[in-house]
């Protein structure tokens, strides 16, 4: 990101990543309307929201349960519209909250969370779409089940009658993220899921064109992040 990047406001922000992704969709024969933008907000102030929901951004993401039951109330009581995306892990003692605060959850990655979210969306009417997490790159670190456990995953979210809706995946750092989100793709296609939620402010363009549905995009439209607090 350049010093002129930083310079723009976030309607010129969000107008340049919106030009980006039609762009890449164009290029790969896609209609850019199969292609969400989700702006990634953790670690935002509601002073620096405000500015892109004025734009016209109505999709935002944030990857902690308790940061977002702070921030977002006051901001949907004025707007209504928004849709908010869970794109962080989430533990399973959160799992009501989450589903009562979120409309997609995109890290939905081991059996013991099916099961909470199961038991929180029989207390509710609510039906966040859900997306499984694959560690997509085999890191020890990383969240998300195994590639070898994504069958058994589906198996255990329809036997507890959850709808999974597709696949998420944050390919390893410093690598050429295309091979992974191609893996991704396929996986989500042998199982007959139609969402890809793949492609953050480095390689949004490129998980277009391999297919996403979902691109998460936090410092190209906020510039760059402080480092998060320590919890
Ligand atoms: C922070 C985050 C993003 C956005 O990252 P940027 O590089 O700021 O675009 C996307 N996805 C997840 C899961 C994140 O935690």
Redesign the pocket.
Same mark, same amino acid.
């Given at each position: 990101m350049t010093t002129g990047d930083i310079l723009q406001g976030p309607g010129e922000r969000l107008a340049m990543v919106r030009e980006a992704m039609a762009r890449a969709g164009k290029l790969a024969g896609r209609d850019p309307a199969d292609c969400e933008l =989700?702006a =990634?907000s953790?670690t935002r102030d509601a002073g620096a929201i405000q500015p892109l929901i004025d734009a016209g951004q109505r999709i935002f993401?944030e990857?902690r349960v308790q940061e977002a039951q702070r921030k977002w109330p006051a901001l949907q009581a004025d707007n209504p519209d928004i849709e908010l995306h869970l794109?962080?892990q989430l533990q399973s003692n959160k799992a009501e909250e989450a589903v009562a605060l979120f409309d997609a959850i995109?890290?939905v990655d081991r059996p013991s969370l099916i099961k909470a979210l199961a038991k929180a969306l029989a207390k509710t009417d609510r039906r966040p779409v859900l997306f499984i997490q694959v560690n997509i790159g085999e890191e020890e670190q990383k969240g998300g089940c195994a590639i070898a456990d994504l069958p058994v995953l589906l198996e255990r979210a329809d036997a507890a009658g959850l709808e999974i809706a597709g696949l998420?995946c =944050?390919p390893p750092n410093g690598l050429e993220p295309a091979p992974y989100f191609a893996l991704l793709a396929k996986l989500a296609g042998d199982h007959g899921l139609p969402r890809l939620?793949m492609g953050?402010?480095?390689d949004?363009e490129t998980a277009i064109k391999c297919g996403a549905t979902h691109v998460?995009?936090?410092?190209?439209?906020?510039g760059p992040?402080e480092p998060a607090p320590l919890s």
């Open positions: =989700i =990634i953790k993401g990857n794109v962080g995109h890290a998420m =944050i939620s953050m402010s480095s949004y998460r995009v936090g410092t190209a439209l906020f992040r």
